[in-house]
T-cell receptor, first 115, second 111 residues
Framework: DTEVTQTPKHLVMGMTNKKSLKCEQHMGHRAMYWYKQKAKKPPELMFV???????INESVPSRFSPECPNSSLLNLHLHALQPEDSALYLC??????????????FGPGTRLTVL | KQEVTQIPAALSVPEGENLVLNCSFT??????LQWFRQDPGKGLTSLLLIQSSQREQTSGRLNASLDKSSGRSTLYIAASQPGDSATYLC??????????FGGGTRLMVKP
């Protein structure tokens, strides 16, 4: 199974709502990633978890809160978002490696709209 | 800082043409180069991954090359079809599992 799944596919939320994005993989990967992609722009890295520990936070505002409860699951908790946070949120997974690069496998993304 | 650039940003061709998409990178300490396809509003579909020790990879009508010394990669699409219309992203894989994306080329193949 080389699939990364993300739920929900689409999410519309108000600025006062709290919601969560979910990402799951069963490839035995121990590194998982969140990316944010605005329209007509490339994906931008937000967070990296390696062995279920947060290893990279690319100066993301605290209204985005990641969580990795186990090696297969990655969540992104959303609270008090702004309309400019509307974007496609992509999850990816790979085997961790600090010295080289292992291929990342991407999920289909969650299209988030903040009203 | 690692930078990846794609030229052109947009390309429109008639159906049946062979075409080349270009990708350049500044940091030659690249472990591999990956080409993705992205349809509007959708996720990334991996097309080809070239290891730094390889010169090219082929999949069907797609052929990707990698030249580390010049910092360039190309994606060749043969006999283009309207279904090839999408945004094509190249990304360099670097140490620490870091992926650096180019800005993408939006391809339109007209029937």
């Amino acid at each position: 199974d080389t699939e990364v799944t993300q739920t929900p596919k689409h999410l519309v939320m108000g600025m006062t709502n709290k919601k969560s994005l979910k990402c799951e993989q069963h490839m035995g990967h121990r590194a998982m990633y969140w990316y944010k992609q605005k329209a007509k722009k490339p994906p931008e890295l937000m967070f990296v978890y390696s062995y279920e520990k947060l290893s990279i936070n690319e100066s993301v505002p605290s209204r985005f809160s990641p969580e990795c409860p186990n090696s297969s699951l990655l969540n992104l908790h959303l609270h008090a978002l702004q309309p400019e946070d509307s974007a496609l949120y992509l999850c990816a997974s790979s085997q961790p490696d600090y010295l080289t690069y292992n291929e990342q496998f991407f999920g289909p993304g969650t299209r988030l709209t903040v009203l | 800082k690692q930078e990846v650039t794609q030229i052109p940003a947009a390309l429109s061709v008639p159906e049946g043409e062979n075409l080349v998409l270009n990708c350049s990178f500044t940091d030659s300490a690249i472990y591999n180069l990956q080409w993705f396809r992205q349809d509007p509003g959708k996720g990334l579909t991996s097309l080809l991954l070239i290891q730094s020790s390889q010169r090219e990879q082929t999949s069907g009508r797609l052929n990707a090359s990698l030249d580390k010394s010049s910092g360039r990669s190309t994606l060749y699409i043969a006999a283009s079809q309207p279904g090839d219309s999408a945004t094509y992203l190249c990304a360099g894989g670097y140490a620490g599992n870091m992926l650096t994306f180019g800005g993408g080329t939006r391809l339109m193949v007209k029937p």
